[in-house]
Structures are given as C-alpha cells and as structure tokens.
C-alpha cells in the first residue's frame, strides 16, 4: 500500500546505501511525482537492484556503502600470542582479527552477560585488560575459548562477522545501526510522500517513512485530520515528544504580543529551530490545519548538502562556522518562563563529516563571545553560508494545505516561511511538535526487525 505512493527521484542512491535487499523494500515508496509544482526533477528510472551506482544531485553523489566482511560458517581459529589477537578464518577464505581482551570483555555466557536486558554483567575491575588464551577450538560453527582462569566463552559466528575490525565492516555496521548515509538535494527535490494513517496503522509504511525522513530528510505526510493532536498522535508511532518550553506541542499562528517571530505574518528567513538550546530537537512535525488566503508558502534548503558547497568554494569560511561557537538566547513565557542561553557552532562536525547545523537569525544573541579581530571573519563566514542558502537552484518551495504534516530533521534542513495575508475564515495555522533523533532512531531499528525480522 504505501510502498507504491514512494517513486523514484531519490530512491535510487538510497537504496544503494542500505545493505538489507529488504530495507531496500522498504524504501521503495514516498516520492511525489514531478507534476507537482515544486518537484521539477524528471523521473529517474527505478534501479534493476539495490545495489545501484552512484546517483548524481548537481555535483553530489552518495558514496557506495563499505562491502560486508566475509559470509559463511568458521573454517577455523587460531591464537597469535605475539600480537593477542585471534584470528578467525571463515568458509570463503576472508579472515578476521580479535583482541583477546575484546573478546573477554565480551562473553555471552549467563555469568558475564544478562541476557534478558541484553547487558553486560562483567565488571570492569573483574576484567584483565593483559589476559591471554589457554586454547580455542571450532565445534558445531561456534568459536569456544579456555581462558587462564578456565573460564570458557563461546561465540556464534555471525555475531563475531557483525563486529570484524577491518575498516569496511566496522562502516558497515555503523551503517547498518546509525543509517548516516544522505542524498543531497536542490530546489529539484522530489519530495517522499506518504499516507497519515498508512504510516499510522502499518509497520512497512511506518519504516519506509523514517527511512525517507532519514535519508533525505523530510517527508509529506497526506490526509491528516483537521484537528489538533494529530502530531501527537503521530509521535506516539515513534515514542514521545519533546516537551520544550514552548510545549509538547504549539501553535503556529500570528498573535498578539508574540514570543516568537514564528507567531507573526512575517516572512521567516532560513533557520533550524532552536539552536538557543546546547541539544537542539531533532526532528520537527508541522500539521496544516488551516492556511493563509495568500503567501504562507515553506522553504526549505538542505543544509548538510549547503555545508559541503561551503566547503569547496570557501574552505576559510567553513572553518570559521566549524570552529567558532556562537551565543543562541530566547527569553519569554510560554509553557513556563524561560530564559535560554547556548553556544553552539553553525556548523557541527565529526570527524569532518557535516552532522548537525545550528543557524537561526532570530535568536542569535547580540552577545558574541569572540577576540574582537574574529568578528569581521565570523560575519563574513555566515554570511557566505547564508548567501549559498539562498540561491534560487539550492531552495525548494512548496504550499502547506489543509491536512498535510511536514516531517523533517531539524538538525539537517533550513526551513523558512513567505510572509502571509490572513482574512476572516482564512486564519493560517499549523501545530508543530519535536521529537529526538534517539527516539527515532529507536523506532525505525524496532520496525526493520518487525517488518524483516533483522536483527
């Protein structure tokens, strides 16, 4: 059902990522096709397979995911005292190395592991970080080890062939647990686009869409009630909401004596929401219930994929928005009164890859907390940023209607707003939610081992 409403603009590189042929199934769906008015993108043909090449997005392309450690039943193990590794040798010939003290750490049996919360029970002053190996066999395509002690560990070998330590499975495995591979797009996004109560009451829909919200970072959900509570219907899908000082949920509407530009008619320029907070909300739910008689139509950029634009035409101002911190505050009363106050980059990075973007013109304090010879660099920097943001061929726009929830990562995307003209029985109004990645992420592994039994 709602695997056939996802097409295939983006899908291809997506799926090209996933290591799963049935995570590939999964995201075989959500693309709304290019007739829309703001999905100008020609089709691309669906890939004969998952394993696709690389799909080209103006100058960007996905990487292939890491190749999987060798398959097949052990051959056989042997210790190497002089490096304290064993070495496990598999059925195909590929071979795989493990700490001793890796190992130790790591026996299953009920003494050392509590099986039912899946937690080590082993204590680290119980551990000896020196010990060697007594002696190893392979019986019934297990590997048994004899420590010093006699204590004895024995390992199944498709959970040692998850956690092989060569470069291409240890990637593949942060793959395969934390799905970080991304498509970049432009103002050519297709946007995923899926059924409310499909993604409601099924669990492929429902994993298909958090796949989608991962992968490209936002999806449109169609055919929600014309009634508050439906973001946090939604959210009860995934876990809980993030309670934040605005709320569980609030109101976008324009009221009286504001406590956030979001609450005028204005136009809003591109920004995450809230980088006032050192752990800004990951992921933001936004439900149409009424819209403007004009304007009011949404922007959004995607950001990582800005970053890296950044990156190559002016690697000095991406340093500059990667090393500086920047004061956030936002002070009023809303659920409770608040007054916040952060530091936080522009631009996040781990291990130089793009992971999080904390930009919101609003509430970036007047209070700079820089030697004054790095302001000028600092506001050249963001501005630079900012600049590519707002090239017409890097933003998409669309219109919110009646009915329509947004689903985006707000540590990835830039949303932003047209100014609006409201009239009477035409009030704009949308009722938004946050939610954190751990949750979502949490849901969509619980989904995949329900839809395909993966571990």
């Not at 080890?145 to 070998?157: A, G």
């Not at 956690?163 to 432009?186: H, K, M, P, T």
């Not at 490209?216 to 934040?244: M, W």
């Amino acid at each position: 059902m709602a695997s056939a409403l996802l097409t295939r603009r983006v899908l291809p590189a997506m799926l090209q990522r996933s290591r799963s042929v049935m995570t590939c199934q999964a995201l075989k769906t959500l693309c709304r096709p290019p007739s829309s008015p703001w999905a100008r993108a020609p089709t691309v043909p669906a890939p004969p397979s998952c394993l696709t090449p690389c799909v080209q997005f103006r100058g960007q392309q996905t990487q292939a995911a890491a190749p999987l450690p060798s398959t097949g039943g052990v051959r056989q193990a042997r210790i190497l005292d002089d490096e304290r590794l064993l070495e496990v040798e598999w059925e195909d010939g590929g071979q795989s190395l493990y700490p001793f003290t890796w190992l130790r750490d790591n026996c299953p049996c009920p003494q050392c592991t509590l099986h039912s919360a899946q937690a080590r029970s082993l204590l680290l002053s119980q551990l000896d970080v020196h010990t060697g190996i007594d002696a190893v066999q392979v019986a019934d395509n297990k590997v048994s080890i004899t420590w010093p002690d006699q204590h004895s560990s024995e390992f199944d070998p498709e959970w040692l062939r998850k956690r092989c330590f060569s470069s291409a499975a240890r990637q593949a495995e942060q793959e395969e647990l934390f799905i970080n591979g991304r498509v970049y797009w432009d103002s050519e996004l297709c946007m995923p686009t899926a059924d409310f109560h499909e993604v409601l009451h099924d669990d492929g829909a429902a994993l298909a869409w958090l796949l989608a919200m991962r992968r490209v970072g936002i999806v449109h959900l169609r055919g929600a009630p014309l009634e508050q509570g439906q973001v946090a219907r939604l959210s009860e899908r995934i876990g809980y909401l993030r309670l934040t000082f605005y709320g569980h949920t609030w109101q976008v509407q324009d009221k009286p004596m504001a406590n956030n530009v979001a609450y005028t008619s204005g136009e809003l320029s591109l920004h995450t929401d809230y980088p006032a907070l050192h752990h800004p909300p990951g992921v933001q739910f936004l439900h149409c219930l009424s819209q403007a008689r004009s304007g009011g139509e949404s922007l959004v950029v995607d950001g990582f994929h800005m970053a890296e634009q950044l990156r190559r035409e002016d690697p000095q101002a991406f340093h500059t928005l990667t090393s500086l911190r920047v004061d956030f505050t936002d002070t009023g009363t809303d659920y409770c009164d608040f007054m916040v106050q952060s530091k936080n980059h522009i631009i996040d990075l781990d291990e130089g890859q793009v992971v999080r973007i904390n930009y919101n013109n609003a509430t970036r304090d007047s209070v700079l907390d820089l030697p004054v010879h790095q302001v000028q660099p600092f506001y050249r920097a963001l501005k630079a940023y900012v600049e590519i943001m707002n090239r017409p061929q890097n933003m998409a726009t669309y219109r919110m209607e009646p009915g329509d929830v947004y689903t985006f990562d707000n540590w990835r995307l830039l949303h932003g707003r047209k100014s609006y003209v409201s009239g009477l029985g035409s009030l704009r109004h949308l009722e938004g939610a946050y939610l954190d990645w751990d949750e979502v992420m949490s849901r969509l592994r619980i989904l995949r081992r329900s839809v395909h039994g993966e571990a």
